[in-house]
């Protein structure tokens, strides 16, 4: 494909002579150049691809992206906004993949991954060829097709991988959108199909500084979707978050609501919880329909609500919505329960931030239990507000809380640990501090009776913990379930 064509609606004019440049691929990764490559020169947290021009050039670069003007031995073309400029070319390299899916955008603070395992189960299960890109990996209906390095992954790769699932004759594509890939213009050439829209809770303060900056990366996903030429476009929203009142005065927008507490287009109503089921009456219209979940966790129920809400929205009947999610059993790593023959439950939980830990521990709180026991950490090289916060709730809704490791990257855990009990100091005395992230879950095991049950928050699904620069082999589940075992709990 010419330079011309890849640059096609961009606002970058490119001399004829460059423009007439045949380009075979195009990639931000100096390792992935090849012979007659486009190389895009970005600048990322931690490198600068300007520094990796001369090694692209030697693989076979044919001409460089960058943020910047620049002599070279092969043609620069500068982006005053390179960011804009990737998610252009990528969709016009590799032919608009998003126009030939169906495409729904999952973003929120809290519950995207849930979401997004829910619907995938309910579409598959309904006949649909449904493909996932999200916190977990990227996989289509049969197979995983990568690793998840980011929920949302940069433009080339994402239409790469739109691009596979086009090829496997997906019908669906279900992506979960992170505030990080809004801001830093990751979709903004996608065309959705509809958005679910689930909360807004303070996260990602490193990155987005405050939080009106977050809510309008957040909300940005709405002018994407009103942009999209698909038709029929719509967005399910929660009707009980704080930012619904920010949402309800776009313009132009076609939306339909959910929740508990506040009168929604889907509500649930008389919510009951047992240790593994969830019981509640959905409102719809002048019906009531009874639900058994097996999902557990007020939280959740919003979850299955977005997602009863879309279906019946694209046309499927209610009973038969019911029967699917009432099957559905659990989401890796998201209150994943594993359950002791000493009559106490391990939870693992991805609850990294005040207010997903706020919720994961109360879910628990609304089961029968004699106990609840709290393992969590914070990550290192993030967000340091939450340190002291996530004490709090730790300490203030558990009976034990244990204080240790999480992913502290280029940060001393020790220090990190620290940060945390400097808020609980003086206030709390049900805490420990174990900071080897592995004795302090043998430490819950050591100490469950009975009736308890045990959170080890923070990680979920990942099966790794980084130190330094070091991604080591580390999951919460396996650890727990070997220790269960030696122990002879399991």
């Known amino acids: 494909m010419k330079l011309a064509e890849i640059f096609k609606d961009t606002d970058i004019n490119i001399p004829y002579e460059i423009a007439q440049i045949d380009i075979k ?22 490198i600068d691809g300007k520094e990796f021009i001369e090694e692209a050039i030697e693989k076979g670069a ?50 995207k991954t849930t979401v997004s395992y829910l619907l995938e189960y309910a579409l598959k299960k309904l006949g649909k060829k449904t493909s996932v890109i999200g916190t977990v990996n990227y996989r289509s209906y049969d197979a995983i097709i990568s690793d998840s390095p980011n929920t949302t992954p940069e433009p080339v790769f994402l239409n790469q991988i739109l ?21 830093l213009n990751r979709v903004e050439d996608i065309s959705f199909d509809s958005v679910i829209f689930t909360n807004i809770q303070s996260d990602h303060m490193d990155f987005h500084i405050n939080y009106q900056n977050y809510l309008s990366a957040k909300m940005h996903i709405f002018e994407i979707l009103l942009k999209s030429n ?10 009980d978050d704080r930012s619904f009142e920010e949402i309800k005065k776009i313009k132009n927008l076609r939306y339909i609501t959910y929740g508990l507490t506040n009168e929604a287009d889907y509500q649930a109503l008389e919510l009951r919880q047992e240790i593994s089921n969830t019981y509640f009456n959905l409102k719809y219209k002048n019906e009531k329909i009874p639900f058994n979940l097996k999902l557990i966790g007020r939280h959740n129920v919003y979850n299955a609500l977005a997602v009863i809400a879309f279906l019946k929205e694209r046309g499927f009947e209610i009973e038969e919505i019911k029967k699917i999610l009432e099957d559905f059993s659990n989401v890796p790593g998201r209150l994943e329960r594993i ?21 994961a521990i109360n879910a628990l709180k609304d089961l029968p239990h004699k106990r609840i026991i709290t393992v969590f950490g914070c990550g290192g090289n993030r967000d340091k ?10 300490c203030s809704l558990s009976d034990i809380a244990i204080i240790t490791s999480d992913n502290p990257r ?57 130190i330094g620069n070091n991604k080591i082999h580390f999951d919460d589940k396996e650890i727990a379930v070997d220790l269960m075992r030696k122990k002879g709990k399991l």
């Open 62 to 111: 044919k001409a460089v992206l960058s943020d910047k003007p620049m002599e070279s031995k092969i043609p620069v073309i500068y982006s005053v906004n390179i960011n804009r400029t990737i998610s252009q070319i990528a969709k016009n390299f590799y032919f608009n993949p998003s126009e030939k899916l169906e495409m729904i955008a999952i973003t929120g603070t809290k519950g």
């Open 339 to 359: 359950n002791s023959n000493y009559g106490f439950s391990v939870f693992i939980d991805y609850a990294h931030t005040e207010e997903s830990l706020n919720s």
């Open 230 to 239: 698909k038709e029929n476009k719509i967005a399910i929203i929660n009707r």
């Open 163 to 183: 691009n596979k699932f086009i090829e496997k004759k997906c019908e669906t594509t279900i992506m979960e959108v992170s505030s990080h890939a809004l801001s």
């Open 25 to 46: 691929g195009i990639s931000l990764n100096s390792k992935e150049i090849s012979k007659d490559y486009l190389f895009i020169a970005l600048k990322g947290s931690k």
């Open 410 to 466: 280029n940060e001393p855990p020790e220090e990190i640990i620290n940060q945390i009990e400097s808020a609980i100091k003086h206030k709390y005395e049900n805490y420990i501090k174990i900071t080897d992230r592995e004795k302090a879950i043998e430490k819950a095991i050591d100490l469950a009776q009975k009736g308890d049950l045990i959170l080890i928050a923070g990680k979920g699904h990942e099966n790794y913990q980084i």
């Open 385 to 394: 507000t939450k340190r002291g916060p996530m004490g709090v709730v730790a």
